[in-house]
Structure formats: structure tokens, C-alpha cells
């Protein structure tokens, strides 16, 4: 049975721990049961033991609860790589926050996945609450005292943890992990320096990434105010009027498009006659899939706050209809659907020979540097004048012919410190997912070898 995912147990193994007499293919699979065994048979906790809070998140949240800023509310989709994305994070009231101040979190406690998959984050917001969805933890003094948070953390997300968790999900339409069930996750104990050194890689990752965050707010600051617009007061009157043939012409009727703001706009972006397309024409280097061999795919959920993407490793046979076009270094990829999100990307050199999703058009600058290009599409005036371009009310999107014809403007001034601002922010974001990798991956090496190796493996190559 070599290289099959099949596991043999007598009976009474099976029944071990399993108060519910689950015998699907899921709770029984390989990797979590070697790894059960594996924890069971070191010093090891019950997640549950160690909490003074593991209660599921705020069940009944109300319209009026969410608010444009107040207490940032976790949701599953703020979980990533084991810390809070804030890009696009919900609020609460403060009022509703203090209702339900039974599921508020600070900085250093936990958030797991309750609902369709595992996962896990280290809070690493001043203050929060969090969805139905989730489950918020905070340990007590005496856990808190054996374990530190950051290393339950990079646990929970290597792949001994991430498939514990896992094996305690269950459900036919959409899995969920019961509050039960997820105490019952086995937390290797290991010795005070491997614990504090990986909490500490999570905090200094955190640290990254608001290095990076501010380091994009400068390239972003900086551009709008060689552009004029840092202190623009665009006019914003009650009525306009146009005439009936600049309406036909444009061929809109909606009162958006028309508005004094975006006429005055359009002057000020305009000023060098000069379009998208001139400066950065599209990239057509169509992704045919073959039956063997494998690509990695960006598409629309991979684009990062920072003007970073990801990717997915996939089988070419199994390529999504959408995976049409193939991306190279420095281009610039950004998302027709939504463009008020904000959604473009810089592709790095690691990343060319990728293939991006039929979403985004693909951008190659030549009269400008990536950069700065990057910077002016996700400007928040330039992502309006996108929107006001879009169609249809579910996915509303730009056409391709609409985008390479916004205005450009020259940007001359300034635009050094835009392109060093924007590498210094993506060279933070690197950093702070090696130190997330890092500390998994220590965890790992850890639990299959010894601690010396592990901590070795966290230091930093001179």
C-alpha cells in the first residue's frame, strides 16, 4: 500500500478519543493520524487546557453594527498566513464591541477558523472582534505562562497542525469545527527559546508588514502631491448641466460620470495628451495548457494590499478556463473587475513565466518605471475614474479599450523616491514571509528531529 493515503488501525485505536464514532476517510487520513501519534507521544497539551477564552465569534450582527472605522471584526477571509490582513477589514461599533466583549481579542491572542477550512492567525491588531465564523482564544495565565502564542501560531500552520485542526472538521455541505472539537487539538510543548524565538519571528513579521504599508502610503502620498492632488478640493455642486451631445457621445446617463470633480480630474491627469496605452501597452502572450506539466496561477484573490501577488502551483491539465495569459518581470497586472478595490500588482523576476487570469489586464512599462506605474493605478482618484467606466451590476468591470485609454500624466518629479518607496515596501513583505516560513517551518523540524536543529534553522543567514 506504499504511496497510498491508507491507514490500518485495530479497533480500539479507532475508538480512542472519539466520542462521536467518526470513521471517515477524513478523520482517518495518513498525515493526521502519524501526526496524533507523534505529538501524543512528546510532552503535548489540549488546546483547550490552556485558554481562558475559546468561545465561537458575535452570531447575530446587525447592519447598523458596521461602521467605516471603530473596532476592526475578523473574519475568515482576514486570516492569512497565520496573521490579520487588514486591507479589507470590516468594523463595529465601539458599542457593539462592548456588548459583546465576551469574543474581544488584543494584540497577541488567537483567531481559528470554525467554518469550511482550517486556519489559524496570531491577533496582531490592537483590538478586535471576530465573526461566527471564527473562534476567538486567549490564553489564561497558566497557558500563557507554559506557551507562547506566536509558536501556537506557526503550530497551527505548518502541516502537522494544519492537519490536526483539519481532522477535527466535519459536515456534508459545508465542514465546521465544533468548540468541543477544537480543544481537543494536541499543542506540542517545547522549551522556552523555541517558543519565544518563533513568537518573536510572528511579531517581527508583523513589523514588516506595517513597515511596508507605510513605505506604500509615502510611494501613494508622494505621487499625489507631485500630481497637485495631495490638497485638491474638487467642486462638488448640487446641480450640473451638460449638453445633450457630450451625453450621446459618451453614450452614459448617469450623473456619476458627468460631475464637475471628474471633468476637473480628467484636466488635471491629462495634461500630457498622453494615455495608459502609450506608456504601458498590453502584454497578449496567450497560456495554452498542455495534459502534463504544471504553472503557477495568479488570479484576482492573490493580489496582496501592498501591490504584491501570490500564486497557486497547478497541473496544466487541470488549468482553469480563466488562466489565458502569461505575465513577465516587471509588468504590471491589474484587476478590470471591482477596480475600485485597488487590486494591481507588480510581478517580480521570480514570478515571470506565471500565468494570470483572464481578470486582469497585463501591462508592459516602457515610458514609465513599474513603479510608478503600479503607485498610479492604485491611487484612490484613478481607481474612481476606472469605476466610473464599469459595466453590469453584479462584477461590474472596465473594458480593456476603456483602461488603456485613461489619461497618463508625466511624472518626473519625485518618482525616484516613488520607486525606491514601493521597493522597500515589497522588500518588507518578503522579509516578513520568510520569518512566518522560518518559524513553520522550525516548528516542523522540531517535532520530526530535535529542538537544537530547529532553532538553528531560524537563524538568519549571514
Same mark, same amino acid.
Given at each position: 500500500?506504499?504511496?497510498?493515503?491508507?491507514?490500518?488501525?485495530?479497533?480500539?485505536?479507532?475508538?480512542?478519543?472519539?466520542?462521536?464514532?467518526?470513521?471517515?476517510?477524513?478523520?482517518?487520513?495518513?498525515?493526521?493520524?502519524?501526526?496524533?501519534?507523534?505529538?501524543?507521544?512528546?510532552?503535548?497539551?489540549?488546546?483547550?487546557?490552556?485558554?481562558?477564552?475559546?468561545?465561537?465569534?458575535?452570531?447575530?450582527?446587525?447592519?447598523?453594527?458596521?461602521?467605516?472605522?471603530?473596532?476592526?471584526?475578523?473574519?475568515?477571509?482576514?486570516?492569512?498566513?497565520?496573521?490579520?490582513?487588514?486591507?479589507?477589514?470590516?468594523?463595529?461599533?465601539?458599542?457593539?464591541?462592548?456588548?459583546?466583549?465576551?469574543?474581544?481579542?488584543?494584540?497577541?491572542?488567537?483567531?481559528?477558523?470554525?467554518?469550511?477550512?482550517?486556519?489559524?492567525?496570531?491577533?496582531?491588531?490592537?483590538?478586535?472582534?471576530?465573526?461566527?465564523?471564527?473562534?476567538?482564544?486567549?490564553?489564561?495565565?497558566?497557558?500563557?505562562?507554559?506557551?507562547?502564542?506566536?509558536?501556537?501560531?506557526?503550530?497551527?500552520?505548518?502541516?502537522?497542525?494544519?492537519?490536526?485542526?483539519?481532522?477535527?472538521?466535519?459536515?456534508?455541505?459545508?465542514?465546521?469545527?465544533?468548540?468541543?472539537?477544537?480543544?481537543?487539538?494536541?499543542?506540542?510543548?517545547?522549551?522556552?527559546?523555541?517558543?519565544?524565538?518563533?513568537?518573536?519571528?510572528?511579531?517581527?513579521?508583523?513589523?514588516?508588514?506595517?513597515?511596508?504599508?507605510?513605505?506604500?502610503?509615502?510611494?501613494?502620498?508622494?505621487?499625489?502631491?507631485? =500630481?497637485?492632488? /495631495?490638497?485638491?478640493? $474638487?467642486?462638488?455642486? +448640487? *446641480? %450640473?448641466? !451638460?449638453?445633450?451631445?457630450?451625453?450621446?457621445?459618451?453614450?452614459?446617463?448617469?450623473?456619476?460620470?458627468?460631475?464637475?470633480?471628474?471633468?476637473?480630474?480628467?484636466?488635471?491627469?491629462?495634461?500630457?495628451?498622453?494615455?495608459?496605452?502609450?506608456?504601458?501597452?498590453?502584454?497578449?502572450?496567450?497560456?495554452?495548457?498542455?495534459?502534463?506539466?504544471?504553472?503557477?496561477?495568479?488570479?484576482?484573490?492573490?493580489?496582496?494590499?501592498?501591490?504584491?501577488?501570490?500564486?497557486?502551483?497547478?497541473?496544466?491539465?487541470?488549468?482553469?478556463?480563466?488562466?489565458?495569459?502569461?505575465?513577465?518581470?516587471?509588468?504590471?497586472?491589474?484587476?478590470?473587475?471591482?477596480?475600485?478595490?485597488?487590486?494591481?500588482?507588480?510581478?517580480?523576476?521570480?514570478?515571470?513565466?506565471?500565468?494570470?487570469?483572464?481578470?486582469?489586464?497585463? =501591462?508592459?512599462? /516602457?515610458?514609465?518605471? $513599474?513603479?510608478?506605474? +503600479? *503607485? %498610479?493605478? !492604485?491611487?484612490?482618484?484613478?481607481?474612481?475614474?476606472?469605476?466610473?467606466?464599469?459595466?453590469?451590476?453584479?462584477?461590474?468591470?472596465?473594458?480593456?479599450?476603456?483602461?488603456?485609454?485613461?489619461?497618463?500624466?508625466?511624472?518626473?518629479?519625485?518618482?525616484?523616491?516613488?520607486?525606491?518607496?514601493?521597493?522597500?515596501?515589497?522588500?518588507?513583505?518578503?522579509?516578513?514571509?520568510?520569518?512566518?516560513?522560518?518559524?513553520?517551518?522550525?516548528?516542523?523540524?522540531?517535532?520530526?528531529?530535535?529542538?537544537?536543529?530547529?532553532?538553528?534553522?531560524?537563524?538568519?543567514?549571514?
Amino acid at each position: 500500500m506504499e504511496g497510498l493515503d491508507v491507514t490500518v488501525l485495530r479497533l480500539r485505536e479507532v475508538l480512542t478519543d472519539n466520542e462521536k464514532f467518526r470513521i471517515d476517510d477524513g478523520y482517518f487520513a495518513k498525515l493526521p493520524v502519524q501526526t496524533q501519534r507523534r505529538i501524543d507521544a512528546m510532552p503535548h497539551a489540549r488546546l483547550g487546557t490552556l485558554c481562558e477564552v475559546f468561545r465561537k465569534g458575535i452570531f447575530d450582527i446587525k447592519a447598523d453594527t458596521y461602521a467605516n472605522s471603530g473596532v476592526p471584526f475578523v473574519r475568515i477571509g482576514n486570516m492569512n498566513d497565520g496573521l490579520i490582513d487588514d486591507a479589507d477589514i470590516a468594523y463595529i461599533t465601539p458599542q457593539a464591541h462592548a456588548v459583546e466583549g465576551a469574543t474581544a481579542l488584543h494584540y497577541g491572542d488567537l483567531v481559528l477558523s470554525k467554518t469550511a477550512y482550517a486556519a489559524a492567525s496570531f491577533v496582531n491588531v490592537p483590538e478586535c472582534n471576530v465573526s461566527q465564523d471564527t473562534i476567538a482564544v486567549r490564553l489564561s495565565s497558566d497557558g500563557a505562562a507554559e506557551f507562547k502564542t506566536g509558536f501556537i501560531a506557526a503550530y497551527l500552520n505548518c502541516r502537522y497542525g494544519l492537519a490536526l485542526m483539519a481532522r477535527q472538521f466535519q459536515g456534508n455541505v459545508q465542514s465546521h469545527l465544533s468548540l468541543p472539537d477544537g480543544r481537543k487539538v494536541a499543542i506540542p510543548k517545547f522549551g522556552p527559546r523555541l517558543q519565544a524565538d518563533t513568537d518573536q519571528a510572528y511579531r517581527d513579521a508583523d513589523a514588516e508588514l506595517r513597515a511596508a504599508k507605510e513605505a506604500m502610503k509615502f510611494a501613494e502620498e508622494t505621487l499625489a502631491a507631485g =500630481l497637485g492632488l /495631495r490638497d485638491w478640493q $474638487p467642486p462638488e455642486p +448640487l *446641480t %450640473y448641466t !451638460r449638453h445633450a451631445s457630450e451625453v450621446f457621445a459618451a453614450r452614459r446617463l448617469d450623473a456619476e460620470y458627468f460631475a464637475p470633480r471628474v471633468r476637473e480630474l480628467l484636466v488635471r491627469l491629462g495634461d500630457s495628451g498622453r494615455t495608459l496605452r502609450e506608456v504601458a501597452p498590453p502584454r497578449h502572450e496567450n497560456f495554452l495548457p498542455s495534459r502534463t506539466g504544471e504553472f503557477d496561477y495568479i488570479e484576482i484573490s492573490d493580489v496582496h494590499n501592498d501591490g504584491t501577488a501570490g500564486s497557486t502551483r497547478l497541473p496544466e491539465c487541470d488549468a482553469p478556463s480563466r488562466a489565458t495569459q502569461f505575465v513577465r518581470a516587471k509588468d504590471v497586472i491589474t484587476s478590470t473587475v471591482r477596480p475600485i478595490r485597488r487590486l494591481s500588482a507588480l510581478i517580480r523576476a521570480d514570478q515571470a513565466g506565471s500565468v494570470c487570469s483572464s481578470g486582469f489586464v497585463v =501591462l508592459e512599462p /516602457r515610458a514609465v518605471a $513599474p513603479e510608478v506605474l +503600479l *503607485t %498610479y493605478l !492604485r491611487l484612490p482618484v484613478v481607481c474612481e475614474l476606472m469605476a466610473l467606466h464599469t459595466s453590469a451590476s453584479m462584477y461590474p468591470a472596465i473594458s480593456e479599450t476603456d483602461l488603456l485609454g485613461l489619461p497618463f500624466p508625466r511624472i518626473s518629479e519625485n518618482s525616484e523616491r516613488i520607486v525606491a518607496a514601493i521597493q522597500r515596501a515589497h522588500a518588507s513583505r518578503r522579509h516578513a514571509h520568510q520569518l512566518l516560513q522560518r518559524a513553520k517551518q522550525a516548528v516542523e523540524i522540531a517535532i520530526e528531529r530535535d529542538e537544537s536543529t530547529a532553532l538553528r534553522s531560524l537563524e538568519i543567514p549571514s
